[in-house]
Nanobody, 128 residues
Framework: VQLQASGGGLVQPGGSLQLSCAGS?????????????IGWFRQAPGKERERVSC????????FYADSVKGRFTISRDVAKNTVSLQMTSLKFEDTAVYYC?????????????????WGQGTQVTVSS
């Protein structure tokens, strides 16, 4: 399984970005990403990797870190085999490298260690 995050960039405070996580190599076929929980994470310089959001498969249950709740929205596009993270009202403290990963199963997990298939991240920089 390979996951690749994209869509990062430079944005002013209060601005918006949409990140996309594309997947391939799932054992159930090209569209099987829909059967896996996908999480978004971020890591700022000198800080630990932080779980930002996650979407499970059952009833599309979602999780958001308190720091992004109400500003970020995670969603799936089954046809495109992607999971997106819509980020609005961006703040300086949202600056980080953003990654996506999967638990390898249908449910999200609170433990970063339960996630695998980390791809290269995408840099998000919020700056005026």
């Amino acid at each position: 399984v390979q996951l690749q995050a994209s869509g990062g960039g430079l944005v002013q405070p209060g601005g918006s970005l949409q990140l996309s996580c594309a997947g391939s190599g799932f054992s159930l076929g090209d569209n099987a990403m829909a059967h896996y929980a996908i999480g978004w994470f971020r890591q700022a310089p000198g800080k630990e990797r932080e779980r930002v959001s996650c979407i499970s498969t059952s009833d599309a249950g979602t999780f958001y870190a308190d720091s992004v709740k109400g500003r970020f929205t995670i969603s799936r596009d089954v046809a495109k085999n992607t999971v997106s993270l819509q980020m609005t009202s961006l703040k300086f403290e949202d600056t980080a490298v953003y990654y996506c990963a999967t638990t390898g199963g249908p449910w999200c997990s609170r433990d970063v260690g339960d996630f695998t298939s980390w791809g290269q991240g995408t840099q998000v920089t919020v700056s005026s």
